[in-house]
């Protein structure tokens, strides 16, 4: 069983990083969400424009394991994290039916 949630991510590297961390860091954390897209723990993600933004449809086993993904992106301890748990509407379920 497996439950989904809305996670929105905002990233805040520090002015002083130098450049070619913060490239590096960039390019890890774009190979590590590809790893997570390939293993279907992200649905779905969205860049918010303007900045290091993103929001996504994430299925996990429950929010520990949430938690333990959103812990193993590169950028995390960059990371500000809001997660919404989600619930199958009625009208979605009667389509499905």
Same mark, same amino acid.
């Given at each position: @069983?497996?439950?989904?949630?809305?996670?929105?991510? &905002? !990233?805040?590297? #520090?002015?002083? @990083?130098?450049? /070619?961390?913060?490239?590096?860091?960039?390019?890890?954390?774009?190979?590590r969400a590809r790893e997570l897209l390939g293993r *279907?723990?992200?649905?779905?993600?969205? &860049?918010? #424009?303007?900045?290091?933004?993103?929001? *996504?449809?994430? &299925? !996990?086993? /429950?929010?520990?394991?949430?938690?333990?993904?959103?812990?193993?992106?590169?950028?995390?301890?960059?990371?500000?994290?809001?997660v919404t748990p989600l619930a199958r509407h009625p !009208?979605?379920? /009667?389509?499905?039916?």
């Amino acid at each position: @069983m497996s439950a989904e949630f809305l996670v929105e991510n &905002r !990233v805040a590297l #520090p002015p002083e @990083m130098p450049e /070619d961390q913060r490239r590096r860091l960039l390019e890890e954390e774009y190979e590590r969400a590809r790893e997570l897209l390939g293993r *279907g723990v992200i649905e779905r993600i969205w &860049r918010i #424009p303007g900045g290091l933004r993103n929001v *996504g449809v994430w &299925r !996990v086993a /429950d929010a520990n394991e949430l938690h333990e993904v959103l812990a193993s992106l590169p950028l995390a301890p960059w990371l500000e994290s809001t997660v919404t748990p989600l619930a199958r509407h009625p !009208v979605e379920a /009667d389509e499905r039916a």
